[in-house]
C-alpha cells in the first residue's frame, strides 16, 4: 500500500518551513532513511529521510514553496501502484506569497500637474500600473474626466521604454499609492531572525558599555602563531584569542553567563561556557555554539569556528549546532565597522561587539604613539546586572587582551 509521506514535527516549536531542493524524482527507488528533499525551517536547512523502501510515485510540492507540519510532500510505494489522493485538509494551500510575478514593463512616467487633471483614484493608478502620463489623455468623461477606457486607448500607441524588474531578492511588484514596489515575503530564517530580535528588544533593557584596548602584543602573537598553524591548514584569526579572554572574564563575574526566567523569577547562572558566534550568510544572520571554551585550545576553537561558519554560510549545520549558547559574540569589524549596539541574543544576558582594528594616535608615558586598537561593545541585561558590574567586567576582558600572554595559551 502506498505511503503518503508528510512534513514531519522537527521540534523546536517549528510548524512551517520552505521546500529547498529534491533529491529524487518520480520513478526513483528509494531506500529506508535515505534522504528525499532539504527543508529550510527558521532554524536551518535539514534532509528528510525516506520511512519505507520502495518507488517514488509521486511528489506533491515543488521547490521553493512553503510547507506545513503535517502537509503531504511524496507519496511512496511498490512501481506502478496506484497513487491516492490526499485530503485536503491535510495539505497546506500554498501561499500567494510563493507565486512568482511576472516583471512589470513601465513606461517613463513624468507628470506636469497631475492634480489638475479630472480623473478617479483607480483611474490615476491604473495609468501608473500602464506607464501612462495621464495629463496627456483627453479626457472622454462628463467636465472632461479621464476614465480608465481613456487610460487604455491611449496606451495603445504609448511603447514601454523601460522596464521593471524584481531585485536578487526575487520580490513580486506590485504598484502602491506613490510608485511601484517590490513586496518580499517574511518567512524562513528571516522572519525567525526579526521575531527573535523584536523579543530580544521588547522584553530585555539593553544597555551597551563601548571602549578601546590595545592589541599591539595581541597583534604580534596572532601573527606569529597564524603563520606556523598557516602550514598545517589552520586559519587563525583574533576571534579564537577573544573567546579566551571572554571565558576569563565570565567566570570572575559569572552574572554575564547566564539568563532569567521572569515567570519564576530566577537567575540560572552557567556552569558551562558554550559560546555563540554570529555567521552572516545570505538569508541572515546564523549563531553556532562553540561548546565547552574554558576546556579548548586556541587552535580547536579556531578549527571550530572555520568549520561551522562554512557550514552556517551552506546552510548545512544542524539545528542541535545552534542551540545552547551561554554568551555571544558578534564580530562587525570584519565588515570594517568600529562600534555597535548589537542586540542580546536570547536567552544569554550578555552580548560582545568586535570592531575593526586600527592604527590609532594614544598617549604612553606622556607621547603621542601610534598603536593598534580594538574597538569593543559590550550589550548586557540592565535587569539583571549593573552598569558598575559590566564597566569590570569589559575592563577584566581588556586587560586579557591587552596582555595575551595572562591568558597562558596552548596553542599546540
Given amino acids: 500500500m502506498a505511503t503518503e509521506f508528510r512534513f514531519p514535527d522537527v521540534g523546536e516549536g517549528i510548524t512551517e518551513g520552505k521546500l529547498v531542493k529534491w533529491l529524487v524524482k518520480v520513478g526513483d527507488t528509494v531506500a529506508k532513511d535515505q534522504s528525499l528533499c532539504e527543508v529550510e525551517t527558521d532554524k536551518a536547512i535539514v534532509e528528510l529521510p525516506s520511512p519505507e523502501n520502495g518507488s517514488v510515485l509521486k511528489i506533491l510540492v515543488e ?31 500554498l501561499p500567494a506569497e510563493n507565486k512568482k510575478a511576472a ?20 483611474t490615476r493608478k491604473l495609468a501608473r500600473i500602464l506607464g501612462v502620463d495621464i495629463s496627456k489623455v483627453k479626457g472622454s468623461g462628463p467636465g472632461g474626466k479621464v476614465t480608465d477606457a481613456d487610460v487604455q486607448k491611449y496606451k495603445e500607441n504609448a511603447v514601454p521604454s523601460v522596464s521593471f524588474t524584481p531585485s536578487r531578492h526575487g520580490g513580486e511588484t506590485q504598484e502602491a499609492e506613490h510608485g511601484t514596489v517590490e513586496v518580499l515575503p517574511l518567512i524562513g530564517m528571516r522572519r525567525a531572525i526579526a521575531e527573535k530580535l523584536s523579543e530580544s528588544h521588547r522584553e530585555m533593557v539593553h544597555v551597551t558599555l563601548m571602549d578601546e584596548v590595545d592589541v599591539e602584543e595581541l597583534v604580534s602573537l596572532r601573527e606569529k602563531e597564524k603563520t606556523r598553524l598557516a602550514a ?181
Fill in 63 to 93: 521547490e521553493g514553496h512553503s510547507i506545513q507540519v503535517g502537509q503531504v510532500l511524496i507519496v511512496i510505494g511498490r512501481r506502478g501502484e496506484s497513487v491516492p489522493h490526499p485530503k485536503a485538509e491535510t495539505n497546506a494551500v
Fill in 232 to 412: 598545517h591548514n589552520v586559519k587563525l584569526t583574533f576571534l579564537p584569542f577573544i573567546i579566551k579572554a571572554s571565558i576569563v572574564a565570565l567566570t570572575k563575574y559569572p552574572i554575564f553567563n547566564s539568563e532569567i526566567d521572569v515567570e519564576k523569577k530566577e537567575i540560572r547562572i552557567k556552569h558551562f561556557f558554550n559560546v555563540g558566534i554570529a555567521v552572516d550568510t545570505p538569508e541572515g544572520l546564523v549563531v553556532p555554539v562553540v561548546r565547552d571554551c574554558d576546556k579548548k585550545s586556541i587552535t580547536e576553537i579556531a578549527i571550530e569556528i572555520a568549520d561551522m561558519a562554512k557550514e552556517a554560510r551552506d546552510r548545512k549545520i544542524s539545528l542541535e549546532q545552534i542551540k545552547g549558547s551561554s554568551f555571544s559574540i558578534t564580530n562587525y569589524g570584519s565588515v570594517g565597522a568600529r562600534f555597535a549596539t548589537p542586540i542580546i541574543n536570547p536567552p544569554n544576558t550578555a552580548i560582545l561587539g568586535v570592531g575593526r582594528i586600527s592604527d590609532r594616535a594614544v598617549v604612553r608615558d606622556g607621547k603621542v604613539v601610534v598603536r593598534k586598537m580594538l574597538p569593543l561593545s559590550f550589550g548586557f541585561d540592565h535587569r539583571i546586572a549593573d552598569g558598575a558590574v559590566a564597566a569590570e567586567f569589559l575592563s577584566e576582558l581588556m586587560r586579557h587582551l591587552s596582555d595575551p600572554n595572562t591568558l597562558l595559551l596552548d596553542l599546540i
Fill in 103 to 122: 516583471p512589470v514593463a513601465l513606461a517613463p512616467f513624468i507628470q506636469t500637474n497631475p492634480a489638475a487633471v479630472l480623473a478617479m483614484p483607480h
